[in-house]
């Protein structure tokens, strides 16, 4: 008998947590959302390690965040709180060009290998132009899919924005927006390859 009771406790307790779970939604809010890109800067340094003389490289940092803020509203017996703005920063913030310690600066050589980088710097720039309309229907999707989430407690309200921040961040949209984004560099940086017959290079070696 004892066994049976705290079953019917257990399912009790799920029937009012889904109940509060329901009185919650008419609390969903269409989220606000603004999308930004962080001011990037270059940096040039010339290693120590030897590098390929012919080829220089780009390290692009990517920045990928998005804050959230929650609306909170009291009702009986807890708290219902909804998605309310998001504000997402992301693109590049740094691009950190190498180039072989055996081109002295301001060469011929260094500065033909330089120009190169700053294509492929060019090329990472217009992905994050191109796909900021696709990026911000992301945004939008997956901030729209999150629903309100209600807590018994005040105590409980800020693991619930971080539920909520969770929810968002792992919406496949965004998800296959990343995706998207990454595939897109990819394919624009061997475009810059292809399109350099190193003409440029091979007339300082020549002159």
Partial sequence: MRARLTILIITLGCVVGAAHADDCLVYKLTP?????APQWTKEVVQ???PMDLLHGNVV?????NYEIIGDVTPIEDGYCVALKNVAATVGYENFLVQIDMRHRSDTCSYN????????????YLSVM??????LK?????????????????ESDINDAIDTLHQKFVSHPDLILARQKI???E???NKSVDSHDDGTALRACFEN
């Fill in 32 to 36: 606000r959302i603004t999308l930004d």
């Fill in 47 to 49: 290693p120590l390690a």
């Fill in 60 to 64: 692009a940092t990517m920045v990928d």
């Fill in 112 to 123: 033909a290998i330089l120009a190169h980088e700053d294509e492929h710097i060019r090329a």
């Fill in 129 to 134: 132009d191109d796909l900021r309309a696709d």
């Fill in 137 to 153: 229907n992301s945004i939008y999707s997956a901030a729209a899919s999150v629903m309100p989430i209600f807590v018994p407690m």
């Fill in 182 to 184: 990454k595939a897109a």
């Fill in 186 to 188: 990819e394919i624009r």
